[in-house]
């Protein structure tokens, strides 16, 4: 699976960015994938910001974002996305969507679980 980032930048504490992700995904469809956002700041470990179901039945996001981040995809473009307002310094890291091939409706909580990862797009906030 080919996995391509877009759409960061900087913007100002409060502001919104919108990230995209993109899939390739050979001879199975999103349905069969978990995928997910998730982020790394300088000298921090990667972390989970929102994680979707094969089948798009189930979200899940930590509370640090709940609330202003939403995950939502385009099947037909296989595409992955998630809309980030009220943004804050803190939020400052490179983004990175993954998928993991599953069973029906299955969320992968773990990042070891996801086996494929894009290159990263990177979020500043200023304040």
């Known amino acids: 699976v080919q996995v391509t980032e877009s759409g960061g930048g900087l913007v100002q504490a409060g502001g919104s960015l919108r990230l995209s992700c993109t899939f390739s995904f050979g001879g199975l469809s999103f349905d069969d994938y978990a995928v997910g956002w998730f982020r790394q700041a300088p000298g921090k470990e990667r972390e989970i910001m929102a994680l979707?179901?094969?089948?798009?039945?189930?979200?899940y996001y930590p509370d640090s974002v709940k609330g202003r981040f939403t995950i939502s995809r385009d099947i037909y473009k296989n595409a992955l996305y998630l809309q980030m307002n009220a943004l804050k310094p803190e939020d400052t890291a490179m983004y990175y969507c993954a998928a993991g091939a599953t069973s029906w409706r299955s969320c992968l909580s773990s990042l070891a679980e996801y086996a494929d990862w894009g290159q990263g797009t990177q979020v500043t906030v200023s304040s």
């Open positions: 979707m179901s094969s089948g798009g039945t189930k979200i």
